[in-house]
């Protein structure tokens, strides 16, 4: 492209150079952006790049700051769509999901950093530790998570099959390949991986399937069902009551709390759980849970500071459990 073609997009490249070499603590010297210009074959005096700058704000609604350093005058881009800490919040989010892949937590860190400059950006690459995280090896999550948002939004039901891995690190569809047919009403990322909470017409309640684990996902042309369950259901609280989102019957549970470990239950609970005194150093406090063996397993890892009082069947269940393990 010829030098004269190139002045046309003088705002474009101006901006680029902006956005990818300058932040906060990082600015340009008026000859240095000339230069990069240059390297455009964009033409430019310093009395048009000032023009450029309101143009900039006033197309773009990019600020561009001047600040003094000596006898020096730097320029560089204010008001980033992401601060560099919110940067960093996503790229550990990123990182923490067993459920991305290496090769897509890879893929999404590198497009988040064409939302700082290339100074910033080494500073989220000092963040990438994904090599010896468990990650899932499912690289098809993606598309069934829109396979599945697809039909939520067309009503529809979803098919698929459902696997386990075997001692052999072999995919193992769970009774002989059969085709699951669900109603789907919602997506929930819990305990580092993304589950499907829809409704099964055969069994007539509400289940839940790790999207990682499905495969050979399809919209069918059958309507939803189980929409009168959902318009009453409660997303955050059924991922509250189920443990590792393993199932089990909602019950209504009694449990005996030291009182230094009330910040446990109101982490897991929320504010909502009250604290009834049993002396001065215990509580009590009721909640209602899916009762399983990942729940009481939750509890025996809490080392005694917190114990089932009640009811009888659930004391009885974790007494059974307990003995598996001596």
């Known amino acids: 492209m010829s030098r004269g073609a190139n002045q046309k997009l003088k705002l474009y490249y101006l901006a680029k150079i902006l956005m990818e070499q300058t932040d906060e603590d990082h600015g340009l010297t008026m000859p240095q952006i000339i230069k990069e210009l240059d390297k455009y074959e964009i033409s430019a005096e310093r009395k048009s790049v000032y023009s450029d700058f309101d143009a900039l704000e006033d197309v773009l609604g990019l600020e561009v700051i001047c600040e003094q350093s000596g006898r020096q005058h730097y320029y560089h881009v204010s008001g980033r769509i992401f601060e560099l800490a ?4 996503l790229v550990d989010a990123i990182q923490s999901s067993k459920f991305i892949t290496l090769k897509k937590s ?3 860190i590198s497009k988040l950093e064409s939302f700082c400059s290339n100074h910033e950006a080494k500073e989220l690459q000092r963040q990438v530790f994904v090599q010896n995280r468990i990650k899932t090896m499912n690289e098809s ?3 069934s998570v829109d396979a599945i948002n697809s039909a939520i939004s067309h009503n ?5 099959r459902y696997f386990k891995w075997n001692v052999k690190k072999e995919m193992e569809f769970r009774h002989d390949g059969e085709i699951y047919t669900i109603s789907p009403w919602a997506l929930s990322w819990d305990d580092e991986n993304y589950y499907m909470i829809g409704y099964d017409s ?3 309640k509400i289940k839940h399937y790790r999207v990682d684990k499905m495969m050979n996902i399809n919209e069918t042309e059958e309507k939803r069902e189980g929409r009168k369950l959902f318009q009453s259901f409660d997303l955050a609280s059924y991922a509250k009551k189920s443990f590792g989102m393993f199932s089990g019957e909602e019950e209504l549970v009694k449990l005996q709390v030291d009182n230094d470990m009330a910040g446990v239950i109101i982490d897991r609970f929320g504010l909502d759980v009250t604290f009834l005194p049993k002396n001065k150093t215990t509580s009590y406090v009721q909640v209602s849970v899916a009762v399983s063996d990942a729940f009481i397993g939750w509890i025996v890892g809490l080392g005694g500071g917190v114990k089932i009082a009640g009811p009888a069947s659930v004391v009885k269940r974790a007494k059974a459990l307990a003995k598996k393990f001596v």
């Open 202 to 204: 055969e069994a007539e």
């Open 156 to 160: 529809h039901k979803v098919s698929f």
């Open 141 to 143: 999550i993606y598309y």
């Open 86 to 89: 919110e940067l960093k919040l």
């Open 106 to 108: 890879r893929e999404l």
